[in-house]
């Protein structure tokens, strides 16, 4: 007798927090065939306890079959970031979603250089209806995104030439929250390859020193007020499969 889909969910998210909290270089997680690892870290490790310092943050997961497949479409991505961190867009030049939608990477930068404050990379495997399976790989760029009535946001663009040219210009709201974590991105993904595609990794450095107001500015700070950082991921699939964990990572109090 199978389990309701409600309840399998809800077990799966335990057992995903459990892999995580208990790997300290990353998290490893798999379900069924699905094998999910996540990790980043930041730079300097050693931070105020009490005031915020510049600091350039990275972070990567990676998404498999273990069949060795496409794996199953990844549809929304939540990152929950910790309270010890700190976001800075005041001066910062925004960059709309429709600005780059039909804009190649180089074009993107070229249209929105002022409010870039990340890089990196994005692989995604395509599964087309003839058989087969075929790489697609794009560079990534974070911008500032416009203000919303959540908070900031950044947009994330892309733009994958096979099978077919497909731009990705994907705006991820910010919100401020209370307690363990200061901020969470959701991150909804579009269907990648008219949905043939799935992502398998994605790959980002985050980080931007810029001036405003006569004073210098970081779009990302942070302290060390108990030693750890902490990114809070959760993960949903096209089938209904939840993945749910923390990554922590140690810092030096200064």
Known sequence: MSLPRLTRTALLTLLAATVAVATASGATVEVG??????????????????????????????VAARSGGRPTPLRQAILDFDRDGRLAVEGLPSCAPETVAAASVEEARRLCRGAIVG?????????????????????????????????????????????????????????????????????????????????TRVEARIGRRYRAGGQARSYVAARCSDNILETHGRFTFEDGTVIDGTVEKYCHAK
């Not at 731009?167 to 991105?185: E, K, N, Q």
Request: hydrophobic fraction near 40%.
């Open 33 to 62: 065939d699905l094998v999910l690892h996540a990790d980043g870290g930041f730079k300097p490790q050693s931070l105020p306890r009490h005031r915020y310092a510049p600091i350039e943050f990275d972070g990567h997961f990676d």
């Open 119 to 199: 890089e990196g990379q994005i692989e995604a495997l395509i599964a087309p209806p003839q058989g087969g399976l075929i790489p697609a790989r794009s560079a990534l760029t974070i911008f500032n995104g416009p203000r919303l009535a959540t908070g900031p946001s950044v947009v994330l663009h892309a733009q994958t030439t096979v099978p077919a040219t497909q731009t990705y210009a994907i705006l991820v709201p910010i919100a401020r929250r209370a307690g363990r974590f200061r901020y969470r991105a959701t991150i909804d993904l579009p269907p990648i390859a008219a949905g043939y595609g799935a992502i």
